[in-house]
């Protein structure tokens, strides 16, 4: 019997990977209080950069002798920043299973010329941490946004290590309990988890990174963008609301009202139920169903965020123009917009399910999966 085209649509079909999703509630009228046209120096624009490292702190749990700054060139610059200032004092070990972390292994190695020990994973795969020595600094991302594994457990991360742990949790934060105590660095940017706008970045240093910066010079030069510190100290000012450029005051105050849109729906919990309500309401789909998988092997480290599936149909004989096609129909239809896999992932589709998209729209959209692929592999 041919399926029929399902009746109902969602009513946002962006599932984006990023920018993603705006909050449910978001209107631009919310934007209306912002500074526009003042000084991000002047009194009102510091007060609303400390809102919003205070309020982050707030909402993720940051320890209160942890250090927040709004940074440039969104998590990509922090997490530039913090290797640039913090590595080359001991050894290094660079972890990558997806695109994002191999970004990072070609920057310290080639860029910065780290002799780094090198430990990669296939896609759908993750390294093998225990085999990792964190007497070394070491640099992964929590959740591979291109891959849609994170890491299992906060336990793979020991408490008394040595060495620094750097860690890009762009697709993380607000939708994963990050163990603060095991992480030095913690870098991700509003555009993804809270749906807010692109173009800046969070850096979180912990004591241990802070007393890094203020006892060791790296070798090489540091672009004015990416200094921390002045004469040996940190540069307090950068984690106060003094930003090292110009911020937009426009998407400052479009990440404080996501902020308080996350607490409106208990915050951090509330943040991991939504995004694990959106899973679950895919790994349903994905049990009924014998032609999808997971690109992830192990159910331990599946995101909760950048869902990665992969097409196992057998009548498959061209796996990436089958996945565009599946992304195309669904787009034409308009139930699922921006959902083609990563272009260095493996064929498939990439959903995004943080706490911003609604789980109806995701059960919404399901079907129309199912409709489009029984169009395509008849095709």
Not at 13 to 34: E, I, N
Not at 41 to 56: D, H, N, P, Q, S
Not at 273 to 278: F, K, S, V
Request: hydrophobic share 45%; charged share 20%; glycine share 8%.
């Amino acid at each position: 019997m041919t399926m029929k085209a399902p009746a109902t649509k969602p009513t946002n079909p962006r599932f984006s990977s990023g920018p993603c999703a705006k909050p449910p509630t978001f209107t631009l009228d919310k934007l209306a209080d912002a500074p526009l046209g003042r000084s991000h120096r002047a009194a009102v624009g510091k007060a609303k950069l400390l809102a919003a490292i205070e309020t982050t702190r707030e909402v993720l749990g940051i320890p209160a002798d942890y250090k927040i700054g709004i940074v440039p060139a969104s998590d990509t610059g922090a997490f530039e920043m913090a290797m640039w200032n913090l590595l080359g004092e001991r050894p290094v070990e660079m972890l990558a299973w997806e695109s994002f972390g191999s970004g990072w292994v070609t920057d310290v190695v080639k860029q910065l010329k780290i002799d780094a020990q090198v430990t990669t994973a296939d896609y759908g795969e993750i390294v093998d941490f225990s085999q990792v020595n964190f007497d070394n600094d070491v640099c992964f991302t929590w959740n591979g946004t291109t891959s849609g594994v994170r890491v299992p457990s906060k336990d793979v991360i020991p408490t008394d290590r040595a060495g620094l742990t750097l860690c890009d949790a762009t697709s993380a934060a607000f939708a994963m309990d990050l163990p603060w105590d095991r992480l030095d660095v913690t870098t991700f940017s509003w555009q993804k988890v809270l749906g807010g706008e692109g173009g800046h970045g969070v850096l979180i240093l912990s004591p241990r990174a802070v007393e890094r910066l203020e006892s060791y010079t790296p070798a090489w030069p540091l672009p004015k963008i990416f200094r921390l510190t002045k004469g040996g100290k940190l540069i307090d000012g950068i984690f106060t609301g003094a930003t090292i450029n110009t911020p937009s005051m426009l998407c400052v105050e479009d990440y404080l009202f996501a902020l308080d849109w996350a607490k409106s729906v208990g915050g951090l919990k509330g943040l991991i139920a939504r995004a694990d309500a959106n899973t679950a309401a895919i790994t349903d789909f994905v049990s009924a169903h014998d032609w999808i998988d997971f690109l992830a092997t192990d159910p331990a480290t599946r995101s909760n965020t950048s869902v990665c599936l992969k097409f196992t149909d057998d009548r498959i004989t061209d796996g990436a123009a089958f996945a565009k096609a599946i992304a195309k129909r669904l787009e034409a239809e308009n139930v699922a917009l921006d959902v083609g896999a990563y272009r260095d992932a493996p064929p498939g589709l990439r959903i995004w399910c943080g706490a911003t998209v609604e789980t109806s729209d995701i059960e919404a959209m399901l079907p129309w999966l199912a409709y489009a692929f029984e169009q395509e592999i008849k095709s």
